[in-house]
């Protein structure tokens, strides 16, 4: 699984190429963290006609992204759990279901990029929602990467 999801994930390097512009230095990232209509509407009017294309293949290829990314991490969260006991070993339960709602949020995520995207829906509900579920989706990511990780270099009980 984990080689996978870096496959998927120099892909999507590649893909993001053509998104970073001066308005949109981290590529599609940009987009997700604009907060505002007006950031977001510059953002997308940086990109050109291919540049959008790559943008909304980026977002489709996301959801097979996101199994792939959410099992990975979550099934690192899951291994390190089984290394220890008592409360390290039941938070990884936890940051196990935080992993999935982080998926959740990114489906969200894209689904607001995506109706911007395809309709100019810039509003600033939208626009807001978007950078809060990619907070979100990366915060939840970021803890069950690091618990994985500190699961396998604490010492096993």
């Not at 009017?45 to 979550?74: E, I, K, N």
């Not at 810039?122 to 626009?127: A, I, K, L, S, Y």
């Not at 809060?132 to 699961?151: E, S």
């Amino acid at each position: 699984m984990l080689a996978w999801t870096l496959v998927l994930f120099a892909i999507f390097q590649v893909i993001n190429i053509p998104l970073i512009t001066p308005p949109a230095p981290l590529g599609i990232v940009s987009h997700q963290f604009a907060l505002t209509p007006e950031k977001a509407q510059s953002v997308i009017a940086s990109w050109d006609t291919r540049a959008r294309l790559f943008a909304m293949f980026g977002l489709g290829l996301d959801y097979l992204f996101m199994a792939s990314y959410g099992l990975t991490v979550a099934l690192g969260a899951l291994l390190a759990a089984g290394r220890h006991r008592g409360r390290f070993s039941r938070l990884g339960t936890w940051v196990t279901y935080g992993v999935f709602v982080g998926i959740l949020f990114d489906g969200l995520e894209n689904f607001g990029q995506a109706n911007q995207l395809l309709n100019g829906n810039m509003t600033v509900p939208g626009t807001a929602l978007v950078g809060v579920f990619a907070t979100l989706k990366f915060t939840l990511l970021a803890f069950g990467i690091l618990y994985g990780l500190a699961g396998w270099f604490l010492p096993a009980e």
